[in-house]
């Protein structure tokens, strides 16, 4: 119909036409009179009445929307008139409902660029204002003395500075219609203002533009695809002049046991100090010329500044009250919801796919990556990406690969062409802030979803994990806070993880996930920052272990509390936690012994896990296994640890709790489940080699510790007689110990706690049922061996008495 109407001639009927002169509009009007009378429907009724618009309406919208919009975009521009330009933003709004309406996803996201656009430019020029020096010379920020004087409202006291402010630099003040709006949800939607109302739209109209993409983006989220990168580029901007909310510009970071955030690092020191270099750089002058107010709005596309408290430092620029307007603009918007959108899988896949290509773009572009705010905008866009991660817990499995893919080009080395050749570099180095945040949300990601039960999430955690190995010593040293900070947290989610496996549909932590968090641990604690994390976090997870030290009523099978049969650390946890134990033990982290007593005190309560182990083991199947428990494969490393590095400490103390944990680890050890040829090392290594007479304190508690041994091994090892001869030679240097001891004079300590500990010993190896097997003849030969010495010196009163009645009741037996 539209085509016939404007390629053919309207003609009236030919046979009136005939007739010619007035005669012939006489005709006509005749035949108009045979007409009914038409009704017309009132303007303002059918403003209120809608028809379903259908194909026609739509194929008509795409034939006229680009015209239409590159025109009403240019209106909106160009014109300073504050009406017209009003109503051009009405047209772009309504343009975009249209398209909403029909599913018109390219000419929706253009209609979205463009406001965002203008809404970049005034923000951009927001920023150049909070640095530029007002024409009376005062900073942006109004003090109290230069205030109106009877505002008692917060709100009114906050228009009067806005208000001030923008007199003062010669700005028209923000529309009535705007600030109306802002404080009600009629943004989305035309609302009927008076023209006194629209005062400053022209001036304002980024802000106004600003305000209605984002209230599009709100309403008809679904729809935003190309779209995107521009509206990170406004969240990048609203950041730099304070404007978003602390919940969602602050990086979230780990803290120490008190609740304080780790101090920065190097690399984000020195990636704040090329921002502010870069916003001093651009920043005008005190001699520029602020002259003509379009210029100055639009005549940036983002800003350079930091949100970082050491990049903008002052008040004023905190409390520009433009940047406080801005702020309203984006809670009103709420843009946190925005990206945390979790309803939709397919929409939270679309949102990491934009932040992740805006973090990194594919193929280390250049032109980008050259960009003075690339590294500052990338660490937090992917701060963004991370709690949009956590958000969607439900659709990590489907979401994470992205961050891993991302991961992989970053910090596995790539083979880059230089002059003709191939090296393998890692691009992540580049740009060390980055990768510091990359290894933190790798970190944060395991902590929060290693107990999703999706078997592939969890390997490719464990993925990410062995990336950050891979990376030089020479970087990680430089976070080994951060880095040990997060292992320690994961390593107490193992236990949870384990604990949880027995009753819902979730893996415990396999052998290959134990040896990375071990690898992860390990490397933090080369550093100092983070080896006080890393123990703290092994400390924290034996101490939470409910089967940590095993009763006499446990072995015996009486344990009452049916709790602590349920494993929470597996045999490959307790080897990982002993294993980095004695390295602290050792002083094997760049010499520091600082960790050695507490150490040894966690490295009893360790080896008493594996009992647990064997017990079970026993319950379950007749018989110890030991594979399954700890004492074969690292009793005699621990032993000469503790002995060597403790034991024979200058610091009394420190040989003291070193005693303590041997004794231990003797009484919760199993005779059988030690090789016999790895007791008697460790008892060479006791005889042979006390600690210095001069240390009286070490030497009561070695002689402790010797009959200690003397009670527990005696009765098993001599019963076989191809032990005697190494008991013998044992026996002998214990007895040189002892004699050594009472030649320090009766009136020291040591004199008389060798007398009672040889004694207690004798005595109890004495006793009928001691040992009734065939060692029975040879343990009364150690007893005597022992009294001999205490003859010599006539301290053997209780024992001779002792001897002598058991002696006697042997004999009439």
Known sequence: LYYEIKNEEIQVNQDLLQVGGADAFDGLLAKANDVATPFFTSNHSAHHKFAQAGVHERDMFVSISSAAINAISTVFVESWDDVLVTKALDGLRNSAYICSYFELNETFNHILELLLGFGLDYVGSVTTLMYTTKPDGDSGLKTSETRSDGLNEDNDQAKSDLDAELVARDIPSLPKSFLATLNTDAGGQSVHFDISDMAGSAAHRGL???????????????????????????????????????RLSDLDDFADSRGNPLPTSAFANNSHHRVNEYMESIAPSDKSDSSGFLSSFFGFGQSPTSHDKEVHAGNTQKSFPLSETLHKVADFAQLDKIIMKTSD??????????MLGSMFPDGDDEEITSDPLFEHNSVFVLELAARLLIANRVHAAELYPIFLTKFQQ????????????????????KFPYILERIVVTILRACIHLFDVPEICLRDQLIRSLNLIATLPSSYTSAISDRIGCGAAIILRVFPMVT??????????????????????????????????????????????IDYAMPSAGDRDGQNGDENNNEVQLSHCGVEVMASLLLKFMNGSYEDDVSFKVPSMMYINKVYSFSQHFSDRALADNGSANC??????NEFEKMVA?????????????TAKKGFESLDGMVLSTKVESIPVAKWFTFLELVATNPPSITSQEARVCSLSLIGRLFLTLMPELSNQKENWSQLEDWTISVASIVSDNLQAGRATPLFETTVQTVTNVVNVMSMSGFNEGEGVNFCAWVGETLLYELEKVGACGGATSMMAATRGSNNSN
């Not at 083979?415 to 050749?421: D, I, L, P, R, Y």
């Not at 932590?509 to 080896?531: E, F, V, Y």
């Not at 640890?641 to 103390?653: F, P, R, T």
């Open 410 to 429: 970053l910090i596995s080395p790539q083979a880059v062409e230089t002059n003709g050749s191939s090296e393998s570099v890692v691009l992540g180095l």
């Open 345 to 354: 899988v397919a929409m939270a896949k679309r949102i990491l796919f934009a």
């Open 499 to 544: 604990y949880l496996s027995h009753d819902l549909e979730l893996s415990p932590p396999s052998t290959d996930d134990w040896s990375t968090i071990k690898c992860l641990l390990d490397l933090a604690a080369q550093d100092k920052s983070g080896r006080g994390f890393v123990f703290d976090g092994i400390a924290s997870v034996i101490d939470g």
């Open 641 to 653: 640890a503790i002995y060597n590095d403790a034991c024979l400490a200058q610091d009394g103390a």
């Open 208 to 246: 106004l533009s600003l305000q209605c993409a984002l209230t599009l983006g709100k309403h008809h989220l679904s729809f935003v695809r190309e779209a995107w990168p521009m509206f990170l580029e406004i969240i990048f901007g609203l950041r730099d002049v304070r404007a978003l909310p602390p």
């Open 627 to 632: 594979n399954a428990h700890l004492q074969e």
